[in-house]
């Protein structure tokens, strides 16, 4: 796939026509990631943002005794990094390769200077702000008033909504159950003793990153917040 092809399919640059994709393409610099690779630091001055072309991507904070919360997980298609460009600040949290990836990476300054040029692309960028912030808002929700069952059947709830019409309720997951236990804001012990609880009661069948949904009536309850049967 051409750069010119992976910048048209990014939500960030719909609708621009070809001439401001081929100066996206002009100020992208593509980079080559290793799993693991760091690609900015919490606080680190924000240089610039980030659209993955391949592999996926953590977002995540590190409380003072070190211990991991994943904010998001991107993948191909997705931005991130975008947060503080416009105001020139420091990255919010830290990014990191979950596996052998690209990126593309737009520098704040050449970005700023199109975006004078094109207001089109400043009108998607408050979109996909818009969408981030409702992200955040249900993130503290899911932190604050779910029980980690009620976050885990939200999660499994919304990767099969998300899944094209038609699609059976079988999941892959994409990430580890380690990654994900970090993401729902608990510890691999405890998510491994409500996916056996949620087995139990018939609510979903898992066989290692596969997971079934058996019954979403009980996933759709806990997700409202009834408790999980013990």
Do not use: W
Request: glycine residues 10%; charged residues 25%; proline residues 4%.
């Amino acid at each position: 796939m051409s750069r010119i092809d992976q910048i048209s399919g990014v939500s960030l640059f719909g609708g621009l026509p070809e001439e401001q994709i081929r100066e996206l393409a002009d100020i992208a610099v593509e980079q080559k990631c290793r799993k693991g690779q760091p690609l900015f630091s919490e606080g680190s001055r924000a240089t610039g943002f980030y659209v993955i072309t391949a592999g996926r991507f953590k977002i995540f904070k590190l409380s003072l005794e070190g211990k991991e919360q994943i904010l998001h997980i991107f993948g191909p298609g997705e931005i991130f990094g975008e947060v503080p460009v416009f105001a020139g600040g420091r990255y919010p949290a830290h990014a990191e390769a979950l596996e052998p990836g690209t990126v593309l990476f737009f520098a704040r300054d050449a970005f700023i200077e199109l975006v004078r040029r094109e207001p089109a692309v400043a009108l998607n960028m408050l979109g996909i702000l818009s969408r981030r912030l409702r992200q955040f808002t249900h993130l503290i929700e899911d932190l604050s008033l779910r029980e980690v069952p009620g976050r885990l059947a939200a999660y499994l709830l919304f990767l099969s909504d998300r899944r094209e019409k038609g699609a059976s309720d079988t999941l892959e997951l994409e990430i580890t159950k380690g990654q994900l236990a970090s993401l729902l804001g608990t510890i691999p012990e405890t998510l491994s003793r409500i996916l056996a609880r949620m087995t139990q009661t018939g609510a979903i069948e898992v066989d290692g990153r596969r997971i079934r949904l058996l019954d979403r009536g009980i996933l759709e309850s806990l997700a409202a917040g009834e408790k999980l049967a013990p």
